[in-house]
């Protein structure tokens, strides 16, 4: 099995504190930047996984990119550099405490509730009659609360979110505007690509200056679903799984070896060749979303490469 970076402790020039996401590592730096390095873990119903997936974190990271440019003219991002395959780096904000998950399918944890008998998701209201994986008259957004490290998110209402005053209105209103217009440009860019973005989640923080800006991920495998355009319909009239491509084959894998990290739960063993085909299946992901080849980074030693590319860049 490949090498993977699961954990850093970097020291960087400046640097002022970090903060350890499930997926990604936060380190704060002077002159207002933030230094992000997307680590090979591998998170599922908010539980991260004991093993790494080779070149994950780099697939993250490089598509995430591809997308920040491709939507900057319609959504200010955080990004500045990418100087290594696995960091970004990008201006400092406070992030908003939700994440702002839009869906054009009753999918994954919709479809979940949905199958419970429930027909509204966070005050939203679903259809009656709809199968898994039907389309919605209209996307809908569905919040959730940002959890901490180990914790899980939570679904909750617009209404909630004002209430409580974690977002204010002028600034929800603001949200909910850039999060249908990425959905809307995402969604393109799929059908350009011969794929159908299912759902996806925003997150979003504040700059100094007051302004909002997209940070962390957008339209990647972790934060995104998709599946592919032809032959949707056709599985769907004959009831027929879709072909997806997103990390819910994982969710689907760990369900079917009796975990969805419920509490008494354990993790089930993931054998060397297993987190491989993650890899591979990661790697399809990525050629797939950006259509182009996905070149592998040198991981001989991943931190001694990101450590030799990040002072290059900062001394610069």
């Known amino acids: 099995m490949s090498n993977t970076i699961i954990d850093s402790n970097f020291n960087f020039p400046g640097q002022k504190g970090i903060y350890k996401g499930k997926v990604r590592e936060v380190y704060t ?34 598509i995430a990119t591809k997308m920040m440019e491709a939507t900057k003219d319609i959504v200010p991002n955080w990004l500045v550099a990418t100087p290594d395959p696995n960091v970004a780096i990008g201006h400092a904000c406070e992030p908003f405490k939700v994440e702002m998950v839009i869906r054009g399918y009753l999918s994954g944890h919709a479809a979940r509730e949905y199958k419970a008998g429930k027909r509204s998701l966070c005050g939203v209201p679903m259809p009656e009659g709809m199968k898994e994986n039907d389309a919605f008259p209209m996307p809908i957004i569905t919040p959730a609360t940002k959890a901490e490290m180990g914790a899980h998110d939570e679904d909750i209402s617009r ?19 850039y999060t249908r217009a990425l959905f809307q440009r995402g969604t393109e860019i799929a059908a350009d690509r011969g794929l159908i973005l299912v759902d996806t989640k925003y997150e979003f923080g504040k700059t100094k200056q007051g302004a909002i800006v997209l940070i962390d991920e957008i339209h990647t495998p972790d934060s995104s679903r998709y599946f592919y355009a032809e032959g949707y319909q056709e599985r769907q009239d004959k009831d027929r799984p879709q072909k997806q491509l997103s990390k819910e084959f994982v969710r689907q894998w760990l369900i079917q070896n009796g975990f969805q990290g419920l509490e008494g739960q354990t993790v089930p063993e993931m054998s060397d060749a297993y987190i491989d085909s993650v890899s591979e ?26 450590s030799k590319n990040v002072l290059a860049y900062l001394n610069r």
């Open 281 to 306: 299946r990661y790697i399809e992901l990525y050629e797939n979303i950006t259509g182009e080849s996905f070149v592998k980074a040198d991981i001989t030693d991943i931190q001694a490469r990101i």
């Open 29 to 62: 730096l002077e002159n207002e930047l933030l230094l992000m390095v997307a680590t090979d873990r591998l998170s599922a119903f908010d539980v991260v996984m004991p093993k790494g997936i080779p070149y994950k974190g780099q697939i993250l990271n490089q």
């Open 159 to 177: 209404e909630a979110i004002l209430e409580r005053g974690i977002v204010s209105e002028a600034d929800y209103t603001v949200l909910e505007g």
